[in-house]
């Protein structure tokens, strides 16, 4: 039954002072028993979308693998455990909001990439990020099958379905949630959902902390794969969440053992969904 750490910190102007908290706040998690410590989206520098692109989108971007992967790698080798990043990736002339996953042993495991890009007032996303290229991977891990699923990526069904037909027993998910950004309850009731539907347990970690436009909500929670939420940090302050994951309830949960079987593939995939003729009508004379 491992244990997870949700790292809710807030980012300061320096990211190198960021990634030594991470670092330190990583350690402590470890100390606690965690074996899969998770962060929030771009946890180690101000979170720059919320303003719109004036110049070198590429200043702050870095490689993967590059210093930060390495870094946690050198701490995951030294700790035993498993962690998921999430990081402003550049590769070439493209630049990907990305999260590498890093096993316990210190292996850079893969990288996802959110492939789902926003653009919205203070969420000038598509101004700095180019849409992912790695599908929904699904990562062998000392410590069970984890899939990452990153921030807006969370809205659409068929990725959070495609990772469970990969058999993941875990989705992290590293986000950037401000407060007030939709009406509450949304999120919980969303990822409870997907909990439930997929049969697996999901992990929210979330930023915390006033920025320059936004301020990020904190409150990162699990939920497990009935779809309950089993614990949840604090809102506005810097906080590690911990839960222990019994992935024996993946195997049981109702939808690997009644609702994954009873699925029509079939008929529903492979293309558009037709609508049917009177609700075509219905919309064309409102």
Do not use: K
């Amino acid at each position: 039954m491992p244990r997870i750490a949700l790292i809710q910190q807030v980012a300061g102007p320096d990211p190198a002072v960021n990634l030594q908290r991470g670092l330190a706040h990583a350690r402590q998690a470890a100390s606690e028993g965690a074996q899969i410590i998770a962060f929030a989206e771009v946890a180690f520098q101000r979170f720059f979308p919320q303003e719109r692109l004036v110049g070198d989108r590429f200043r702050f971007t870095e490689p993967i693998p590059g210093p930060t992967t390495e870094a946690f790698a050198a701490l995951a080798r030294e700790l035993a455990v498993v962690i998921i990043l999430n990081l402003y990736e550049r590769e070439g002339d493209r630049a990907f909001d990305s999260s590498p996953v890093i096993d316990a042993d210190g292996r850079l495991l893969g990288t996802t990439r959110m492939m789902h890009i926003t653009h919205y007032d203070g969420f000038f996303e598509q101004d700095y990020y180019d849409p992912g290229d790695t599908g929904a991977p699904v990562y062998d891990t000392s410590y069970g099958r984890i899939g990452v699923c990153i921030c807006y990526d969370r809205h659409y069904p068929e990725y959070l379905r495609a990772l469970a037909l990969q058999e993941a027993q875990l989705v992290v998910i590293p986000q950037a949630g401000s407060v007030g950004e939709w009406p509450e309850g949304v999120y919980e009731a969303e990822l409870q959902t997907a909990s439930f539907q997929n049969g697996y347990w999901m992990a929210l970690a979330n930023r915390v902390g006033a920025e320059s436009h936004l301020t990020f909500a904190g409150a990162s929670f699990v939920t497990d794969p009935d779809g309950s939420v089993v614990t949840r940090a604090p809102e506005g302050e810097e906080a590690i969440l911990y839960a222990d994951l019994d992935f024996g309830r993946v195997e049981s949960s109702a939808a690997r053992t009644l609702l994954m079987r009873h699925r029509r593939p079939d008929q529903y995939s492979g293309g558009a969904v037709s609508m049917p003729s009177n609700a075509i009508m219905e919309e064309q004379h409102g």
